[in-house]
């Protein structure tokens, strides 16, 4: 398996970043391990606060996603895009719109060192799944399996169907790129916020 760390680079303006920028490199590790199991179906102990039977009935339906995606995107794909992608590219890339797309840019460019992906969505707070009712919890993950449903089928995310889910707690964008490395073998090792200067 692959090892990726993950950062949360926060862009704050004027006077409020000022106030309220964090400091460099806040580790979010915790909160990235309960992500990744919970919401992304990482192997690893469910902490003690959530309901396994909840999450394993989540992780049985997001194994259909996966499926489906390798199936009906992934598979053939890489062989299209490996013949079209020169060998000799960085291994660094800047890809705009993130977030979902994820899981499309790790099929196009399987062999990245680092990926800079930029969302026109909010990250979110990962820690929120730290502090939500895990009932809650299990009722927000049902709202992303339909989103990342429908991302596999259609291969087309709409910024309106994104919308809704910025009526959850959780961190859609967060989780969306823990499910493109977990699609595409990687595991995530930590989650550090930077602040851009």
Partial sequence: MKRWWLSLVVVLVGAQAQASAPPEAVAFDEALRTLAVVAACFEGPVPERFDKAAVAKHCTAMKVIFDDYE??????????????????????????????????????????????????EAGGDPRSILRTEPDQIIKHLALHRRFLARLVEYNHSRTLDLSLLKGTPLPSQMIFALVGLKMHGYEPLGLRAVRLS
């Fill in 71 to 120: 199936k009906r995107w992934a598979t053939p794909a890489r062989p299209f895009f490996a013949s079209l992608v020169p060998k000799d590219i960085p291994k660094t890339v800047i890809y705009p719109f993130g977030g979902a797309d994820l899981m499309t840019a790790l099929a196009v460019y399987p062999d990245l060192n680092e990926i800079t992906s930029v969302s026109l």
